[in-house]
């Protein structure tokens, strides 16, 4: 394990990424290449300047924590966490892309008493992946398409260890979350919802979650002098994925849209 970690945001009082009042850890770096992706920064796993049109100046992104900062940092809201139910939750970027450390960041965590939490693609060997959710309470697991050559199109990697880590997770944990980011032309429409909903009963998951495309991301393709793929694709709306929540209904799936 390296004695630092490449981390671009620590972000507190979050509501929204496990139950409680929590901190989030976002680790950089992340060996899936989304072309829709609303964190591009994350993407390369070292620190790196960026541009900033507004300020006009260069900032950089990303910063190597050790553990002792890291774990400093988010137990100043161990009260918040106690009093709330909360906790610590790793995202990215893909967590696992750095996974001896954070692994070892989530044991020393609950050995503090802290309830842990993590967001993941599941891209890792199969091993690593193990020892990893050993150390989660609760996993969030992103399934982004149900057919491998698609997944590769629309990623830069295969579904195939994704699916597994997610069978080994569903045999293993009691707390996963299954969610499906839905992106228009990529993933979105009836069909492709028949095929999830046949994939999760295949697999035997019961509830998934929706998180709509959105456009939160788009200015920092600008701010990295990257391409964005998705100027002028419109931002779905709730109600625009009703269709998603009969089709999984009408396979015994709970579906709860973010």
Known sequence: MKDKACIFNIQKFSIHDGPGIRTVVFFK?????????????????????????????????GEYKSMDEIITEVMKDELF???????????GGEVLYQAD???????QLKERGVHTASETTGFAKEEIFKKYIE???????DVKHHDNEQHKKGTGVSLKPILNNLICALKKHSNVVVRIPVIPNFNDGEKNAEAFAN???????????????HQFGE???EFLNREYQM???????????????????????LCHVH
């Open 81 to 91: 966490y106690e009093e709330s139910g909360g906790g610590v939750t790793l995202s």
């Open 135 to 141: 150390q989660v309470d609760l996993l969030y697991f």
């Open 219 to 221: 200015k920092k393709y």
């Open 29 to 61: 770096g992340c060996p899936l290449k989304c072309f829709w992706c609303s964190n591009p920064e994350s993407q390369y796993g070292k620190p790196e300047k960026i541009w900033d049109t507004q300020k006009q100046n260069y900032t950089t992104v």
């Open 101 to 107: 450390f954070a692994t070892e960041l989530l044991r």
């Open 231 to 253: 100027h002028d694709i419109p931002q779905l709306h709730t109600e625009e994925l009703d269709y998603f929540k009969d089709i999984f209904e009408k396979h015994q799936i």
């Open 199 to 213: 994939l999760f009963n295949k697999l035997g998951i019961s509830k998934i979650e929706l998180l709509p495309f």
